[in-house]
Structure formats: C-alpha cells, structure tokens
C-alpha cells in the first residue's frame, strides 16, 4: 500500500460547491503540506501542518482551509471553488530535519467548471 | 525574491548522452537541503537525490548526480547516460533550517530525451 494517499484522484466540479480533498499517511510523519501546481509555476504551497495543533499558511492560502483531524490525516478544503483553482493537487509529508526529503500523495486533479 | 531558480523550462538530450539541468538556490542560512525530484507524465512525484549544505562531497544516486557549488549557489542535476524513461519534469527544491524546515520547490525543467 502506499505510503501517502489522496482522495479523490480526479474531481470535476461546479463553481461554488465546496469541495474537500483528504490525504492519509502511514509514514508516521509529523509534517504534512498541501501544495497545488499550475503548468509553468511549479509547486505552491497552500498549507502545512508541524503537528496535529499547528497548522500554518503557505504563500497562496487565500480561498483555502485545512483541518489536520490526527497525525495521520490532513485534509485540504475549498469553500467556494473557481475556476481559478483548477490545478493539480498534491499532499506531503516529511519529518521535521532538512536532512529529510518530502514524501508525496499521487495527486488529486481538480477541475472547476 | 526566489528561493529556487530554474532557468532551463525545456531541455533536449540525446538517448545515452549526459545532460544537466541547472539549479540555482538564494539561501542566508548555513543549515539547507537540496533535493530534486522526477515528475513523469503520469504526474507522481519521485524523489532523486538529496544534497545537504554541510556535504562536501557531491551526491550520487546511480545516474544521478548534484553538481555542488555551494560558493555560487548552484545545486545542479546530472543524469548520465540518458535513458528514454528519463523524460520528464524535474524540480529542484530547497529545505532551510531557519523557516521551519519549508520545501521550497523550482519551477522546473521539461526534460526529452531523442531516441
């Protein structure tokens, strides 16, 4: 099984729905972030979370929100989607040394019509 | 300014030819980590190779290896004998000490390797 899971993998979806994207870890990693990548912009990271009470804002937060429900669990959300926000969507984990490279979900690609 | 600079948006090699794709990073801390990773079409991302600002050797992870010049603050991807399953997007990132461990990623390389 793999090690960092993402659901969905493939989403469609309307402007203004609330849509929830969720990643699961079995990696034991305190560290988890939400990145979304755009073609030519690499990736950017919206959220990350040191541990289960610490959760902060990336460079591009802003029409996101998270919720870090337990070490293992780290769930990105759009409250109202644009589509602006269709890209390509993916969660990591690492441990807390710089030493220690990140560990990546396959991606959740999102499209808001 | 950035903290990860790729200057290089599409690369061509030629099949068992050795290409390198440049990095260069902006850091004032001593403490940092380099890192690449492979993005295939298939849209996974795959980690490299690891450099850490303290080595002084240079890193090597089979074909791969990191170009170090810590002075000019380069961090460099050498893939040797290019094989064609190496075509991809690559992405350089960085890990400072001094934010919070923050990834700080490139915006990366489209690499095709010609048969």
């Known amino acids: 099984d793999a090690d960092v899971t993402q659901t969905p993998r493939n989403r469609i979806t309307k402007t203004g729905k609330r849509i929830m994207l969720e990643c699961s870890q079995t990696?034991?990693?305190?560290?988890m972030y939400w990145y979304r990548q755009d073609p030519g912009l690499g990736l950017r990271l919206i959220y990350y979370?040191?541990?289960?009470?610490?959760?902060n804002k990336g460079e591009i937060s802003d029409g996101y929100s998270v919720s870090r429900q337990a070490q293992a669990k780290f769930s990105l959300s759009l409250e109202s989607a644009i589509p602006n926000q269709t890209a390509l969507y993916f969660c990591?984990?690492?441990?807390?040394?710089?030493?220690?490279?990140?560990?990546f979900g396959p991606g959740t690609r999102l499209t808001v019509l | 300014a950035q903290k990860i600079t790729q200057t290089q948006p599409g690369m061509f090699v030629q099949e068992k030819e050795a290409v390198t794709l440049d990095c260069t990073y902006d850091?004032?801390?001593?403490?940092?980590?380099l890192f690449w990773y492979k993005q295939p079409s298939s849209g996974e991302m795959i980690f490299l190779i690891y450099?850490?600002?303290?080595?002084?050797q240079n890193a090597t992870e089979g074909r791969y290896s990191l170009n170090f010049q810590k002075a000019r603050k380069s961090a460099n991807l050498v893939i040797s004998a290019s094989q064609l399953g190496d075509s991809a997007m690559y992405f350089c990132?960085?890990?400072?000490?001094?934010?919070?461990?923050?990834?700080?990623f490139g915006t990366g390389t489209s690499l095709t390797v010609i048969p």
């Open positions: 990591a984990t690492a441990m807390g040394t710089s030493t220690d490279t990140q560990y």
């Open positions: 990696k034991g990693h305190d560290r």
């Open positions: 979370s040191f541990d289960v009470k610490d959760i």
């Open positions: 850091t004032s801390d001593p403490s940092y980590g």
């Open positions: 450099q850490g600002s303290y080595d002084q």
């Open positions: 990132a960085m890990r400072e000490a001094n934010t919070g461990n923050q990834f700080y």
